[in-house]
């Protein structure tokens, strides 16, 4: 297919801080991409690598979004102004899908730019075909699995042929097949037009076959510049000391349980579950869930889980069936966890949405931790020692007056695990609660699980839930797995 000219891209000396924060979310970043080069960013959690990709793709806002220092240029000409040059594909599937037909939404791009209109259905078909997308032009974009939707955000910025694509840990919630069928398709739409391509990935197998430079971002910029083989031959240690994710050198894992799970705490007996209402995704399901263990619920995209999870959680309305919960975890609340009000739920399910921004409430990361124990009416005292304990935790601290909106997707990640962690419930559903994370991050999360799992004492521990593509966690906490598949 034809293409745009691909662009190289060059940061001199470049750093964004976000208005509302202390911190620099990059600080004198130094490089340049030279056209049609294949690069894989690296870097902690934190490091800035999103922030780099949106101001590359001209995200970032004016002088009253933040500050910014030294040049970042496309072509020599300013990222932000360099219009229609660089598309950007984000985290989330379904953050990106704007209209309800996939052609309609491959076409939208195009039609912003203000290509003639005769060009851009032609544009949208050799799209589609390039990231072997099969469906009809008016296929409802809500029927589309996370993979489909991710390849239909990538079709939607080859269609416009900028010289630049950017893609933000784009299989990041993906299942496996839906992993390779995004790389795949990247790797063809890069081969047919020799645009320059810069990936921001956590793991990077999958994309090492594809790229030919990695850059590595640190707290005070560029920390390491190489071909994939040289940096992680001579850098692979020191990397995986600092959080980045090096093939071969696993994150630590916490000891198995030392004793077996506990009293069920919830019962699926029969359920059936639904995103709308008469119209079943997952069941009917028939499970446990016990105190002390970590239950694992894997499936293919568009399974059900996350409806699932919401399900146990009391969240959501079970098409048929019930959940029901034991005489320990009801506490006095009367009826199914559906019935109980968001205070009796506070401390008795905890839930944390797959998309972190859902359940973001606040304008600072303190004021988020305080939510859930205030609702509880705790003590003061109480409450700050609570947020304190998991801003340290969780490595929040210095982001404790941040807006939540301006973090990163891994910090967005661990403020929503510990805004949940403040109310010390005795069930955790955790849709995919190690996303976005780096190797050091992924570890303390998981082990902050573990001893919730484990308790302490007489305690039998806490029940979790994971609804997670992050085989790795399962087996690093010794999870009890329960397998459901795509409906047809």
Not at 173 to 193: Q, Y
Not at 237 to 251: C, F, H, K, T, Y
Not at 271 to 291: C, I, K, N
Not at 449 to 457: E, P, S, T, V, Y
Request: net charge negative.
């Amino acid at each position: 297919m034809s293409a745009g000219r691909p662009a190289s891209v060059e940061a001199r000396g470049w750093g964004w801080r976000y208005a509302t924060r202390l911190k620099w979310a990059v600080q004198d970043a130094s490089f340049r991409i030279e056209q049609g080069e294949r690069v894989l960013l690296l870097g902690a959690s934190g490091s800035g690598k999103s922030t780099l990709l949106a101001g590359l793709a001209g995200l970032l806002g004016g002088d009253d979004e933040g500050e910014q220092t030294g040049a970042l240029t496309i072509d020599g000409e300013p990222a932000a102004q360099a219009r229609g040059r660089a598309g950007m594909v984000l985290q989330d599937p379904d953050s990106q899908v704007i209209l309800a037909r996939a052609g309609d939404d491959v076409a939208f791009g195009c039609e912003n730019l203000g290509v003639p209109r005769q060009e851009i259905w032609p544009r949208v078909r050799a799209a589609l075909d390039a990231v072997g997308l099969a469906v009809a032009l008016d296929r409802s974009t809500s029927a589309l699995s996370g993979g489909q939707k991710q390849r239909l955000a990538l079709a939607g910025v080859i269609a416009m042929r900028p010289g630049v694509i950017l893609l933000d840990e784009p299989t990041a919630n993906l299942d496996p097949a839906g992993v390779i069928e995004v790389r795949d398709a990247v790797r063809r739409v890069v081969e047919a037009t020799g645009a320059t391509l810069i990936v921001v990935e956590h793991r990077l197998e999958v994309w090492l076959p594809l790229v030919d430079r990695v850059l590595v971002l640190g707290a005070s910029g560029l920390v390491a510049d190489g071909s994939p083989e040289a940096v992680l031959r001579d850098r692979g240690a020191e990397l995986a000391a600092g959080g980045v994710w090096v093939p071969g050198i696993p994150p630590a894992s916490p000891a198995p349980p030392a004793r077996a799970p506990g009293e069920t705490l919830l019962r699926a007996e029969s359920l059936v579950v639904s995103r709308v209402r008469g119209t079943a995704v997952a069941g009917p399901v028939d499970l446990e869930v016990r105190a002390g263990e970590v239950l694992g619920i894997v499936g293919p995209n568009g399974a059900g889980k996350s409806t699932l999870g919401l399900t146990l959680a009391g969240l959501v309305r079970p098409e048929a069936g019930r959940v029901a919960a034991s005489a320990l975890l009801s506490d006095g609340a009367k009826g199914d966890p559906i019935t109980w009000s968001s205070r009796a739920l506070l401390t008795r399910i905890g839930t944390v949405f797959q998309d972190p921004e859902h359940q973001l409430l606040t304008t600072t990361v303190r004021a988020e931790l305080e939510v859930g124990p205030r609702a509880l009416g705790l003590p003061p005292a109480e409450i700050a020692a609570r947020v304190e304990e998991l801003l340290e935790r969780l490595r929040l601290s210095a982001l404790a007056e941040a807006n939540p909106y301006t973090l990163s997707g891994g910090e967005k990640r661990r403020l929503t695990v510990a805004a949940m962690l403040a109310t010390r419930p005795r069930v955790m559903v955790l849709d995919e609660p190690t996303f976005g994370q780096d190797a050091a991050t992924w570890a303390e999360l998981v082990a902050i699980i573990a001893r919730l799992r484990d308790g302490a004492g007489e305690d039998a521990g806490a029940a979790v839930v994971a609804i997670t593509h992050d085989e790795t966690v399962l087996d690093a906490l010794c999870a009890r797995r329960f397998a459901i598949g795509a409906r047809s």
